[in-house]
Every structure is written in structure tokens, then in C-alpha cells.
């Protein structure tokens, strides 16, 4: 079962960002994906870092281009049974139909950027890289709870999904 962790002489890893390779032009200006760029370019870098250590990981770079019909296409590969983890999708619905193939094959999954709970729903094998707005409220009303002498307190929050949420929670 792939839900008992397995050390591995080597971990693959599927990358599965909207690179859209076809409007990427060789020059110095910022690219107007820039940060896909830089999640990808980290991931090299702990590759690089994790060798050092003796943890030997593979990434394989997908291309979504931000799109449900490739990701699906993407997911059909017979090489992703092979994968240990996938990094992405991004976007909702890429990242919806990564989430159902993540839990039907058991494969782990993350979002790099987001916070968002919704993002990896009720799968157990999906994992936000930040904490969701909903723990970092708890985390924060724990600690007051547990440092603050003065248990008078107001919550001052702005009009966003995200300042309600923490608020209510807290």
C-alpha cells in the first residue's frame, strides 16, 4: 500500500506547472510566468541539495499550460504510476483533476503556493506547502491563549474571504 511510507534509493517527482513553453522567449526580461519559473528553479536546487545528503530524487517537468483537457492528457502518461509525488497543478481545475488521480493511485500531491484548504479538499494525500489560512487563525489563537495574561482582546480584519475566515476562526 502506498500509504506505508517506503525509503527508495530514489524518488520521483512530477512537476506539473503551467510553464507554457511555447510563449517563453530566450531573453533577460521577467517572464510573465516568472514564479512558475522560480518554483521549478527551486525544486532544482533542493534536488541538488537533497543529493548531497544521499537522497536521490528525479523531476520530471509536465507542462499543464493552465489547462483541465492536458493535465488529463498528462495524467494518462503511464509513466505518472510511476511518480512518488506531484508538484502542482496550480490552478483549480488541473488541480482538481490531479487531486482525484492522486487519490485514486494513492500518490502524494502539493500545491507550492497556495493556502487555500479548498485547494486540497477532503484527499488525504494532498498537501499545501503554507498553512491554510484556517490553522495559521488557530495557531495564532492558541498562542494567545497560551502567553497572553490580558484575555481582553479585539480582532481587527479587513473585508476579504481570507480576513473573515482567519477572524472567525481565531
Known amino acids: 500500500s502506498k500509504e506505508t511510507s517506503i525509503k527508495k534509493d530514489t524518488y520521483n517527482i512530477a512537476v506539473m506547472l503551467p510553464f507554457i513553453v511555447e510563449k517563453l522567449q530566450p531573453n533577460l526580461y521577467k517572464k510573465g510566468n516568472q514564479f512558475v519559473i522560480d ?5 532544482l ?11 536521490n530524487i528525479k523531476l520530471f517537468a509536465y507542462d499543464t499550460e493552465k489547462s483541465r ?3 488529463v492528457a498528462l495524467l494518462e502518461k503511464q509513466e505518472m504510476m510511476g511518480m512518488d509525488l506531484f508538484v502542482g497543478p496550480l490552478y483549480p481545475d488541473p488541480s482538481r483533476v490531479a487531486s482525484d488521480f ?4 494513492r500518490i502524494n500531491m502539493f500545491n507550492p503556493i497556495s493556502s ?7 484527499n488525504p ?17 492558541q498562542y494567545v491563549v497560551e502567553n497572553e495574561t490580558n484575555k481582553n482582546t479585539m480582532i481587527f480584519y479587513g473585508g476579504s ?7 472567525h476562526i481565531f
Request: proline share 0%; hydrophobic share 35%.
Open 39 to 43: 518554483v521549478y528553479d527551486g525544486a
Open 45 to 55: 536546487k533542493a534536488q541538488k541539495d537533497l543529493e548531497q545528503k544521499g537522497i
Open 69 to 71: 483537457a492536458k493535465t
Open 102 to 105: 492522486s487519490l485514486r493511485n
Open 116 to 122: 487555500n484548504q479548498q485547494v486540497i479538499g477532503q
Open 125 to 141: 494525500f494532498s498537501f499545501l506547502y503554507h498553512a491554510s489560512d484556517a490553522t495559521q487563525a488557530r495557531t495564532a489563537a
Open 161 to 167: 474571504e481570507k480576513d473573515s475566515i482567519k477572524a
